[in-house]
């Protein structure tokens, strides 16, 4: 039989050769992207969550300082706010730094305090000197760190377009009973309300970069919680002073004193803002702009990136050669396997979706997933390709990037890790009557 088949094999001719490697090359390449969404799904989130319900140890007598930076308002800011107030927890503060008094942000969180915050819990501070060395974000970090009460044992940051659970609290500092483990961290998903193109396409991509963030325990800083303790000893607080962003230098800094960071499933949060095609190049560049700065992996994303990107216009010129040569045999064999490839990727794309999706089953229905409707399975599959092709482009900017636009600020980004804020203007904005005030970025 094996004779049979190589001596078929050398009758063909050298193009449907070809053909059959580059079709073959393509599917052990969607495979392997199954397998690790398929690890994640069931070795990361599956265990850890059965092992999760069978934890029994409590973190509920420590008191929490929870932290975040408010710069405009995100469209989901006052819903974060009142979930945040109305945690399961007993034992903690919210310490919230705003950008300017004139922003947008000041009023709305003054509202909410006074109508919501019965047992006096959020503190509220303009943001003071900030410094021209690192991003608006860290140096409202910096200083909200300086206000965590002293009897406080843990805390926890938190994005503004993060709207938590009720057991969110609970939830992220359960792991931390573990001594191995000094970061605790989740993710997000977005899963927009309308299946428009630009959502979904920054939908597909955060799907494999959550997943990888999940696999290399990346931490994330809408959740992350730590203790204080910790903190202070692992030098994070005056990394800060020259980062660009909060969550870059995390893992290197708790790595130093030998602690580890722990993905909690329970702690992936649904995102459900939309956004233009245009956006998610922005965003996606500036994301992978952070990567290159902080993480190691970064070169496997090159890799990754440009050889996604050969293997698919290498597939499609093969297919368009074929059909130019009349070769129905290989053309049908690329574009079967062209098209195999791609159902292989929704399948992954919808593993990891299941898997988010029981994570997150116990929260109440608003934080669900939105459904996958025969309209929105079609978007996904036809702009996972596009999704994969413009990756490479996105990439690649990232790499030569040397300068960032993020909140209406621009960075210019210098050579170790340094970073080196432009110019400074306090955001001013309509006030937040709306979802659509501002987009979250």
Request: charged letters at 20%; one cysteine or more; proline letters at 4%.
């Amino acid at each position: 039989m094996i004779e049979l088949t190589f001596t078929l094999f050398e009758r063909m001719n050298s193009f449907t050769q070809l053909s059959i490697l580059v079709g073959s090359i393509l599917l052990i390449w969607s495979l392997v992207h199954v397998g690790l969404v398929g690890f994640f799904s069931v070795i990361v989130v599956r265990n850890r969550l059965a092992r999760s319900e069978k934890d029994t140890v409590t973190h509920r007598h420590l008191k929490a300082s929870v932290l975040m930076s408010l710069r405009g308002c995100d469209p989901c800011l006052s819903r974060n706010l009142k979930s945040l107030l109305h945690q399961a927890y007993d034992d903690f503060e919210i310490i919230v730094v705003v950008d300017s008094r004139d922003d947008p942000a000041w009023d709305l969180t003054q509202q909410v305090k006074s109508a919501e915050d019965t047992a006096d819990r959020l503190r509220i501070f303009e943001l003071q000197n900030p410094s021209t060395t690192c991003s608006l974000k860290c140096s409202s970090l910096i200083q909200a760190t300086q206000q965590i009460s002293p009897d406080s044992d843990v805390v926890v940051l938190i994005d503004a377009d993060v709207v938590p659970h009720t057991n969110w609290l609970h939830d992220a500092l359960r792991p931390l009973s573990d001594p191995k483990i000094g970061v605790v961290t989740g993710n997000q998903w977005f899963s927009p309300h309308r299946p428009d193109r630009g959502s979904l396409l920054r939908s597909i991509w955060n799907s494999g970069a959550m997943v990888a963030s999940a696999l290399n325990s990346n931490p994330w800083a809408g959740t992350c919680a730590m203790r204080v303790a910790d903190l202070k000893r692992s030098g994070l607080i005056e990394k800060w002073n020259s980062s660009v962003v909060d969550d870059g230098p995390i893992k290197v800094a708790f790595a130093r004193i030998g602690l580890q960071v722990f993905f909690e499933p329970r702690l992936i949060m649904v995102n459900r803002d939309q956004c233009t095609a245009a956006f998610v190049g922005r965003y996606v560049t500036r994301m992978l702009t952070w990567s290159r700065i902080y993480e190691k992996t970064f070169a496997n994303t090159v890799v990754h990136a440009v050889a996604m990107f050969a293997l698919l216009v290498i597939s499609l010129m093969t297919f368009l050669v074929a059909l130019l040569l009349r070769d129905e045999f290989a053309a049908l064999l690329v574009g079967a396997s062209m098209f195999v490839s791609n159902l292989l990727m929704f399948v992954g794309f919808r593993s990891a979706e299941h898997a988010v999706s029981h994570a997150i089953s116990p929260r109440r229905n608003e934080n669900q997933l939105e459904p996958m409707t025969w309209l929105k399975a079609t978007w996904v599959f036809l702009l996972l390709p596009i999704c994969q092709l413009a990756h490479v482009f996105w990439t690649i900017k990232a790499v030569f990037a040397r300068q960032a636009s993020w909140r209406n600020i621009t960075y210019r980004l210098d050579s170790q890790q340094r970073v080196k804020m432009v110019a400074y203007q306090p955001y001013k904005a309509t006030p937040c009557t709306s979802s659509k005030s501002t987009r979250s970025i």
